[in-house]
């Protein structure tokens, strides 16, 4: 009976924000993985022309540089030999790239690890420069990781039903530690990657089935998507041209670019007042004032709601037949 709970407190999410979210585009498939040991693939980056990707926790600490026009892998960066739970990537520069070690399904981790290392093609070992950040509060699970192109600055979502979150990153990271971070602001439930657009001032969050625009800082819905369907689609990125690309678990999974609504693409055009990020060499403070009670999304309330009647249904079910049993006569 506990099973039956927790699959439809899992499921649950995703079929209301799917029946709410537009028609999917089923994407354009660029390219298949062509390298068995990219079974994993859990964090996705496009830069210098190259797609990068790594393995979602239980592989060694690699990032794979991929070639688009075949499929085949160029280069493996090897950065640990045995991180705990590495589940995303952002990018951190020409050449190099953050790996997220923030992974931490039982909610028990001190801290999480960024970590940042050369990629490219070639294979190459780096030791990196590693960062341990802190959740304010209780342990997270968290599988979504972004950096912001106009400032440099990091972000984690945590991987919640209730309560997910964007959580800032110190705007200068230190190597000693801890770098506590600080809450932004709500998210769609249960994200597994996001990336920010190049304007900076628009970010994706996704989850196994849908994807949602928001803005940036003020974290205002632009718009809900239907991703394509995928074995485990958890990566999403967004390439320095503005194109939004998906990819999947699974041993020879395909990246799949997804065509934005062009009402969607209207919605995030800046209006004539408004200034256009421009990438800066030291990150600088772009978040608003911190509250002391931040407001929770309205929809992690709708899937409250929801929960509760999914799990009283489960449990009707479930003793139904224990019921009928002890309640049956004998039969001469």
């Known amino acids: 009976m506990r099973e039956r709970v927790a699959l439809g407190a899992v499921v649950l999410p995703f079929i209301l924000g799917t029946a709410a979210a537009p ?15 990219i079974v994993e693939a859990s964090g996705l980056v496009v830069r210098d022309g ?11 600490g690699r990032v794979f540089a991929v070639d688009p026009d075949t499929g085949d892998t160029t280069g493996v960066t090897t950065w640990a030999s045995e991180p705990q739970d590495v589940e995303a990537l952002a ?4 050449g190099e790239v953050w790996v997220g070690d923030i992974g931490d399904n039982v909610e028990e981790r001190d801290s999480i690890q960024v970590t940042r290392v050369r990629v490219g093609t070639g294979d190459r070992t780096e030791s990196g420069t590693s960062y341990d950040l802190v959740f304010p509060g209780p342990a997270r699970d968290a599988e979504t990781l972004l950096s912001n192109p106009a400032t440099g600055r990091l972000f984690v979502a945590s991987k919640e039903i209730f309560g997910a979150a964007l959580f800032a990153a110190p705007a200068e990271l230190s190597p000693d530690g801890p770098n506590k ?3 932004v602001g709500p998210t769609l439930t249960f994200p597994t990657d996001g990336a920010f657009f190049p304007d900076g001032k628009h970010l994706v969050v996704r989850n196994y089935s849908q994807a949602v625009v928001y803005t940036f800082p003020g974290l205002e819905r632009v718009a809900t998507l239907k991703l394509p369907d995928q074995q485990q689609g958890e990566a999403i990125a967004v390439s ?7 990819t999947s678990e699974g041993r020879h999974q395909a990246v799949l670019e997804v065509d934005l609504p062009e009402s969607v693409r209207q919605r995030m ?7 256009v990020a421009t990438t800066t060499s030291k990150p600088r403070n772009e978040l ?3 509250t ?3 407001s929770r999304d309205p929809w992690q309330w709708l899937l409250g709601a929801g929960l509760f009647v999914i799990a009283v249904a489960v449990l009707l079910l479930a003793v139904r037949p224990n019921v009928r049993q002890r309640t049956r006569l004998p039969r001469d």
């Open 91 to 94: 990018p951190a520069g020409a």
């Open 240 to 246: 320095p041209d503005d194109r939004v690309f998906v």
């Open 292 to 294: 002391a009670q931040p």
């Open 23 to 37: 028609p999917s585009d089923e994407g354009r498939v660029v390219f298949r993985f062509q390298d068995p040991d």
């Open 269 to 275: 055009v800046p209006t004539p007042n408004e200034p």
């Open 288 to 290: 608003p004032e911190e």
């Open 181 to 183: 971070l600080r809450r």
């Open 50 to 60: 190259l797609f990068l990707t790594t393995n979602d926790s239980g592989d060694s």
